[in-house]
């Protein structure tokens, strides 16, 4: 029986030195199947997340610190956020957000009347209006394709940062009690601008999962004269009510998860309740420039970030 020399096979002859290795290394005549190319990370599956993922509260966080000084919901930069830098696909992204925003949005809300930032007439009747536009549009929002959801949402979000830009130059309207109505009075008075922001507003929400805080705004700075910084109180305010109903919307469709949901909302929630309490200390042109960038920027995100 001959000897298998160093190197040599069992039969006594040479290796055969082909290629066939994965890595392109020569094989002993073994016939290795060459593995497929694995897909880039933003095609990776979603695989879920079921702690609190530290990297995604930090991220979250240092958001949440911006979203409360501007007074924003700020759904679609942690929409953006969440498909770039997490790879989490459209629709769960969007439902994520809304929930987060509810959190969010409570939170700084109490914070911004508890500073004296919010009218709280408006800020009630906006969110008790926007519950039904909200509900609307997240129906439509689960059958909407995802590439054309981001596309929609980050372009109405550049749209409305211009619109604050032109309206913020100009000082708000007035809209003073002149006959001393009683609160009742003012109530009924208040109820058809205020159902039309929020019926508006809140179908965007759903709809669009950005927050629409730039329509809120603009709705509040024309159609009832508020000043800009209880615009950014109020603003936060009734978000709570329609991002509540938008999420609630997208869970009834499976696209919330808990994990996820929780890691967001302790970032977000903390980071706008200490941003919050620096809106009424800061120069009104630093929240105006705040307000225009901010929604440049989250608009900016979406349309760059893959379906």
Known sequence: ????????TLDGSAPSGRRDGVDGRATLGINCPRLPAQPLARCRPWRGITTLDPSVVAVMFLLGLLLG???L?????????LIILFHVPVHLSFGTALGAMFVSAAVGGWSHLREGNVDPMAGVQIGLAGI??????GGLALATGGDTLKTLAGSTLILNSMVIYLRTRM????????????????WWREIPSSAAIGLVSGF????????????????LLILKGTDLRRT?????????????????R????????????AAVVVGLSCGSFIGAKFTKRAPRPLVRVAMIVTPIAAGSLLLVAPA
Request: proline share 7%; charged share 0%.
């Open 204 to 219: 965007g929400s759903g709809f669009l999962s950005i927050g629409t805080a730039p329509w809120v705004q603009v709705g």
């Open 250 to 261: 997208f869970a009834q469709g499976g696209q919330i998860e808990p994990g996820l949901l």
């Open 132 to 137: 039904l536009g909200a509900y609307l549009g």
């Open 73 to 81: 919901g700020g759904a679609g930069f942690v929409t953006a956020l």
């Open 1 to 8: 029986m001959p000897a298998s020399g160093s190197g040599g």
């Open 171 to 186: 000082a708000p309207g007035s809209r003073s009690n002149p006959c001393g109505l009683s609160p009742l009075a003012s």
């Open 69 to 71: 000084f501007v007074g």
């Open 232 to 248: 950014v109180g109020t603003t936060m305010f009734a978000l709570a009510f329609m991002s509540l109903t938008g999420a609630v």
